[in-house]
């Protein structure tokens, strides 16, 4: 398999994340994402079923009326769909070598070649990747870039589990079969 060279170094990548992240925890607040689907779905639940949602302890602490100006959760989500979508563009202009539809080698010599499989595969483990989130008070941006940089005890736990299980289900995913 031929290396291709990095598009831009790993090195002026994490100082730019860096430089971005304390911009923006001295502009708004540390960066996290996954809390912005909690705060819609209480907004939501708040104004369908507003006695079951008082009564629901995790509900009950968002979804308040000032919870829409938290806005820039959303603009977040929004542009890590907008910032793949451009960096994916810029890829292939800058390397049209590569096959847009090509799969993994590795998946495909697993799981076989069907897209379908693999989108579907990537969706439910993003709702997992979400549920986990929410389960551990805040996700991989939330916890790994913002806390760990504030030097948070339970973000450095949450990094090592996260790291951890995902070295795990690679090996049992991708283990010597036959």
């Not at 994916?88 to 080698?105: A, E, H, T, V």
């Not at 996260?162 to 795990?168: D, E, K, L, P, V």
Request: proline share 2%; net charge positive.
């Amino acid at each position: 398999m031929q290396e291709q060279k990095a598009i831009i170094s790993w090195k002026v990548a994490g100082v730019a994340l860096g430089l971005l992240l304390t911009l923006a925890t001295f502009l708004v607040t540390p960066l996290g994402v996954s809390t912005q689907f909690v705060v819609t779905d209480a907004i939501v639940a708040h104004q369908v079923a507003p006695e079951a949602t008082e009564n629901n302890a995790y509900l009950n602490k968002y979804g308040e009326k000032d919870d829409w100006g938290v806005g820039y959760g959303w603009m977040l989500v929004f542009g890590m769909f907008a910032g793949g979508l451009v960096t994916s563009r810029l890829l292939s202009k800058k390397q049209p070598d590569l096959d847009k539809g090509s799969m993994p080698k590795m998946w495909e010599g697993v799981f076989g070649g069907s897209r379908q499989k693999r989108l579907a595969a990537a969706f439910f483990g993003g709702v997992l990747l979400l549920f986990g989130a929410r389960l551990a008070g805040g996700c991989t941006s939330g916890h790994m870039i913002s806390g760990i940089s504030q030097l948070a005890v339970s973000s450095f736990i949450f990094g090592i589990f996260t790291f951890g299980s995902a070295i795990a289900m690679a090996h049992f995913l991708y283990r010597k079969r036959g």
